[in-house]
């Protein structure tokens, strides 16, 4: 598929407002709203422009005082929300790739497609005023690429060794999806494809520890969007070390995993179980948007494992599709108000207010996060301290 390159990228100042939860009374514009189908919407649909809420003093350490924002790319004229999983930043190259939601093809015989975005950044001579470096993305060169026919309908992924590690949820063919790696300009290689001969059923997000072992997450969204047959399993997280081959189940009882992030310490792991979201947008009050913390074990000689699994987090808003940990310990979870941020003791520090519905997310440079939600890329420079 040819390029498209955009210039003149605008970068605008962020509004930080401070809000007293204990006193504060919720506006009519504020509230969410539900249909009896479970449809929703939230304040952030209005929206025009990033904006912050600082519900904690602590996250001025986070947002610091000059934070900025670019709408980096829009697909509001085909409204096609290009800009949906993976997010994944490879810094060698300062390129992104990220995964589209289900697209609709040209010819209506056809089942939806999804499609691969290739960002490439171009920035600023690095500069530096008092004290913080800023490097802002002025340029991008966009390309859209079809998945290898090996790696259908692909969901999260992450940068790994030279290239970028995918989700593929596979298709209508039972013994299609799993882990595959892409380096950069070559064929996908498969990493992991089934559990001991059982077909998975929608990878959807992944995570590598430090040791180059990686935990994924494992649904049923690919059933209820009717491109992968009937579950075969429970949903399941999984522990997968590519060099030894090993496979190991190590949570369940979640209904639909999708999110996964690693503290910094690797010494926890949060899930999301986003079983309040429902096909066509909507949404069930009354299920699981939930962020699940556990304490990860190592013992000589074993393998990991979960333990002390415990509720970190609620979304304030539609349902936790992604997450991400800053150096710090900071949790930063997709939802549909926008960025939702608590502490590494689930303390809600702040919302960074996208317009629409966020739905993955990544750091990329310092203090950078770069943001999807669905037609437009948002990329956030935060200035706080513990970026510098």
Not at 67 to 89: E, I, M, Q, V, W
Not at 273 to 290: Q, V, W
Not at 309 to 328: E, I, K, L, N, Q
Request: aromatic fraction near 10%.
């Amino acid at each position: 598929m040819t390029s498209i390159s955009k210039d003149g990228i605008k970068v605008q100042p962020v509004s930080v407002k401070a809000v007293d939860l204990l006193h504060k009374e919720q506006t009519p514009a504020e509230r969410q709203t539900y249909t009896a189908d479970g449809s929703g919407s939230s304040a952030s649909s209005s929206l025009e422009a990033i904006a912050i809420k600082e519900f904690h003093s602590s996250f001025s350490s986070v947002i610091g005082d000059t934070s900025t924002f670019s709408l980096l790319l829009s697909a509001d004229t085909s409204r096609n929300p290009f800009f949906h999983k993976g997010c994944a930043y490879v810094e060698d190259i300062d390129e992104l790739y990220v995964t589209s939601d289900l697209l609709q093809s040209t010819m209506s015989s056809r089942l939806p497609v999804i499609l691969i975005s290739k960002l490439s950044f171009r920035r600023t001579p690095e500069s530096s005023s008092s004290g913080s470096l800023t490097n802002p993305v002025t340029s991008i060169e966009w390309m859209k690429l079809r998945p290898p026919a090996n790696m259908p309908m692909p969901s999260g992924a992450i940068p790994y060794k030279k290239g970028v590690l995918y989700c593929s949820q596979g298709t209508a063919e039972v013994y299609s999806g799993g882990l595959f790696y892409m380096p950069l300009g070559k064929r996908p290689v498969p990493v992991v494809t089934n559990y001991f001969g059982r077909p998975f059923n929608s990878i959807q997000s992944v995570v590598e520890d430090k040791d180059g072992a990686l935990w994924f997450t494992d649904s049923c969204a690919g059933f209820e969007q009717e491109i992968r047959p009937p579950p075969r399993m429970p949903s399941h997280v999984y522990w997968f070390h590519p060099t030894t081959g090993e496979l190991r189940v190590v949570a369940d009882n979640l209904k639909r995993p999708a999110g996964i992030a690693l503290s910094p310490g690797e010494d926890m792991l949060y899930v999301t179980d986003t079983e309040a979201a429902r096909p066509g947008n909507k949404r069930s009050s009354t299920s699981s948007a939930t962020i699940y913390a556990y304490d990860i074990i190592r013992r000589p000689g074993a393998s990991p494992f979960l333990v002390n699994r415990r509720v970190f987090a609620f979304a304030f808003s539609g349902v936790p599709a992604a997450v991400v940990c800053d150096s710090t310990g900071n949790v930063y979870a997709a939802c549909a108000d926008g960025v939702e941020v608590f502490n590494s003791g689930g303390t809600a520090l702040g919302l960074i207010q996208i317009p629409g519905t966020c739905s993955s997310l990544c750091f990329g440079c310092k203090g950078e996060l770069l943001v999807c939600a669905g037609q437009c890329l948002w990329r956030l420079q935060l200035e706080g301290t513990i970026f510098h």
